[in-house]
Every structure is written in structure tokens, then in C-alpha cells.
């Protein structure tokens, strides 16, 4: 079983950054291609960017591509989202994701393991 445990949510000015990390425990948890969504009240929850098991291949939603990193450290089993640039359309509740599928999903329905979630407040 895959257990996801986000950290580093918080209030950032407009224009500043933050760096969300993800840790993930389980057997095979490496072998999982992983990912990170948002979400805010009201509204389905977003893709926001997705990095395949090796860290080989990343993918972004438009609307942070530039801005947000996608990383991950397999040694450690932990997940990165580095977040420049932010905006306040960026506040949201931040989700980490693994899933088993050989590719880089964008639905939420293909991601089998979600952590509790870290709330990123941009003010303006």
C-alpha cells in the first residue's frame, strides 16, 4: 500500500516562491509514476505537472509551465514542486498522486494513491 504525506504549503506574497515536497512510502512506490494536482472550492481538481517513475519525463499544465518544477529523488522516495513566480490564482489546496500506469496520466481517476493535501495561499 502507498502512503503520501505533502509538506511545505503556506501564505507567500505575490511573486514569491515556495517548494512542496511529497514522501512517499510503499514497496514499490518508486516504480510509480507520480504527480501533483490543486484544487480549490468549487471546482475539480487540476493537473498541475506529472514526472514519470525515472524523473526522465515531466509534463506541466500551461498555466505554470515556466514557473513550477516538477522533481523527484527515488533514494529518498520524495517528490518536489518548486513553485516560482507564484500568483494568486495559484492558492489552492496542492495534492500529491502516484499511479501505477505505465505513462504520465493527466485525469485524477488514473492516480491510485493521493496524500492529504498542503494549503499554498498567494496574496496580492
Known amino acids: 500500500q502507498v502512503q503520501l504525506v505533502e509538506s511545505g504549503g503556506g501564505l507567500v506574497q505575490a511573486g514569491g516562491s515556495l517548494r512542496l515536497s511529497c514522501v512517499a512510502s510503499?514497496?514499490?512506490?518508486?516504480?510509480?509514476?507520480k504527480g501533483w494536482f490543486r484544487q480549490v472550492p468549487g471546482k475539480e481538481r487540476e493537473f498541475v505537472a506529472g514526472?514519470?517513475?525515472?524523473?526522465?519525463?515531466?509534463y506541466y499544465a500551461d498555466s505554470v509551465k515556466g514557473r513550477f518544477t516538477i522533481s523527484i529523488n527515488n533514494a529518498e522516495n520524495t517528490m518536489y514542486l518548486q513553485m516560482n513566480s507564484l500568483k494568486p490564482e495559484d492558492t489552492a489546496v496542492y495534492y500529491c498522486?502516484?499511479?501505477?500506469?505505465?505513462?504520465?496520466?493527466?485525469?485524477?481517476?488514473?492516480?491510485?494513491?493521493w496524500g492529504q493535501g498542503t494549503q499554498v495561499t498567494v496574496s496580492s
Open positions: 498522486a502516484a499511479s501505477r500506469a505505465a505513462f504520465v496520466p493527466f485525469a485524477s481517476v488514473q492516480y491510485d494513491s
Open positions: 510503499g514497496r514499490t512506490v518508486s516504480t510509480y509514476a
Open positions: 514526472i514519470s517513475w525515472s524523473g526522465s519525463s515531466t
